[in-house]
């Protein structure tokens, strides 16, 4: 597989500086979404670049650092879970999205980014949308896996302030064990409440709350 196809594109028709943007979290049920833009100098990659998904946590990990070593330039945008429910994921992911291209360097700005998705409306800069981008070019790669672990890393570091709800483990996405926690205590601040689990879990806690309650008064 040609890991620049979508970069030599953009070279042929006339844009030098060529950027790669993904994100990591956008399907999570608490923590931020997080966007990462990477500038790889021309056909220059760490071995083994893949879609994130596609890799161990120990190997995006080695990957990481190796990117932030060779890349010319790494910009990553963070938006939270409050102004995820203020102005919805999509949204917030394209802000996360315009933040990562602002964190880049001031003197080395992208002619165009490729982008692994659909279009972004209002974007500041040239773009072109690749569904699956992530397998299809080395800097979209790139950008996933730096998006990846700065999102991993960031709920590992919540879980030491939230413990119940196993963090580090899931990583705030939807799996068996965290819906459980929701429905035994609640929501924390990094949930986002505009989503339908934890929306669902709020609304029935207190009503379980006080059945707990009559029944502790029965016996």
């Avoid at 705030?172 to 989503?195: M, N």
Wanted: charged residues 20%.
């Amino acid at each position: 597989m040609d890991w620049w196809q979508e970069e030599k594109h953009a070279w042929a028709e006339g844009y030098d500086c060529v950027a790669g943007i993904d994100e990591a979290g956008r399907g999570a049920l608490a923590g931020p979404v997080v966007a990462a833009c990477v500038i790889l100098p021309r056909d220059v990659a760490p071995v083994g670049i893949n879609d994130s998904k596609q890799l161990s946590p120990l190997r995006r990990n080695e990957l990481y650092h190796a990117i932030i070593r060779v890349a010319r330039a790494v910009g990553v945008g963070i938006v939270d879970a409050d102004t995820i429910d203020s102005i919805n994921i999509l949204r917030a992911t394209h802000e996360a999205m315009r933040l990562a291209v602002q964190n880049l360097p001031a003197d080395l700005r992208p002619d165009v980014v490729l982008i692994d998705g659909l279009p972004v409306k209002g974007f500041p800069l040239p773009q072109i949308a690749l569904i699956k981008g992530d397998t299809r070019s080395a800097s979209i790669a790139a950008a996933s896996i730096i998006a990846k672990v700065t999102r991993d890393r960031l709920m590992i570091q919540a879980d030491s302030q939230y413990p119940e709800y196993g963090f580090a483990a899931h990583k705030g996405y939807g799996v068996p064990a965290h819906i459980k926690a929701l429905q035994t205590v609640g929501d924390c601040p990094l949930h986002r409440r505009s989503f339908s689990p934890v929306k669902h879990a709020i609304a029935v806690l207190p009503a379980l709350e006080g059945r707990a309650h009559v029944i502790a008064r029965t016996r």
